[in-house]
């Protein structure tokens, strides 16, 4: 009984932490905004073949962070002519697509039955680098549904695949998302290992989104952990990626972390 009360307060805590952090899409509001409307541009003079296929479902994904079941609609708008043309791979990015809609709006059976026909298209057609994104995502899933040590298996495939290919963009997402996956499951240490061999990917990327989230990320464990300087220090470079990039949200957080600690500081 103590267990699972214990559990129940520290994803009270969790929760903010998670919903800020578990996405990987790129930039800042303004940016993406431009790109929403330079696709839905691009959309009006497109023909109906292969791009206007890939032109949906990109607009489709450019939506998420704000309307999930616009990305819905999009995709499938998408799948309708990816299916008319007999494009497989187009329909594996549309399943992809609307996964990740169909997670970002909570139906997370939809999302896992899409991420999983993706990935036996990305199987089929031998695209390991996006079989290696099909896994995550549907561990990210498995995640949210709170079913872990499946969720942990396809991390691992996905880890696995990436890390063959050396694709290290999707394998840092993997990396994160099983740092998720250990605060889930309140092993903090494992997080902080996670956290850190991605921030590594991303440095090697270049993704300053991908740092900032994860900076914040570490941040975060650390003041749980208590230990206020090593989360003072993620939190400072947190800060600093999330401004380079004009990730306004992970420079709220970034302070907001930063204030706890002066706080506790100051209580000492």
């Avoid at 099909?134 to 995640?143: D, F």
Wanted: glycine share 6%.
């Amino acid at each position: 009984m103590c267990f699972f009360y214990n559990i129940f307060i520290s994803l009270k805590q969790l929760l903010t932490l998670i919903l800020l952090c578990i996405s990987f899409a790129a930039g800042a509001q303004a940016k993406r905004q431009n790109l929403r409307d330079s696709l839905r541009n691009a959309l009006t003079y497109a023909k109906e073949d292969t791009n206007m296929v890939k032109l949906l479902y990109k607009v489709g994904y450019a939506l998420i962070d704000s309307s999930p079941r616009q990305t819905i609609r999009y995709a499938k708008q998408a799948l309708e002519l990816a299916q008319k043309l007999g494009d497989t791979q187009g329909m594996a990015g549309v399943y992809t697509t609307l996964g990740l809609g169909y997670s970002d709006d909570g139906r997370y059976f939809k999302a896992l039955k899409n991420d999983k026909l993706a990935l036996a298209i990305n199987r089929q057609v031998g695209d390991l680098q996006n079989e290696g994104g099909s896994l995550c995502n549907i561990g990210n899933v498995y995640c949210k549904l709170f079913r872990l040590n499946k969720a942990l298996v396809s991390f691992n495939d996905a880890k696995a695949v990436l890390e063959e290919i050396q694709y290290k963009p999707f394998l840092a997402n993997t990396i994160a998302s099983t740092g998720y996956l250990y605060i889930k499951r309140i092993n903090y240490a494992q997080a902080i290992e996670c956290f850190k061999q991605a921030i590594e990917l991303y440095k090697a990327a270049d993704n300053k989104h991908g740092m900032a989230v994860t900076y914040n990320s570490l941040a975060w464990v650390y003041f749980e952990k208590q230990r206020y300087d090593e989360a003072e220090d993620a939190a400072v470079q947190a800060l600093t990626f999330s401004r380079d990039d004009e990730y306004m949200q992970g420079v709220k957080t970034a302070n907001k972390t930063l204030d706890r600690i002066h706080a506790k500081r100051r209580k000492k």
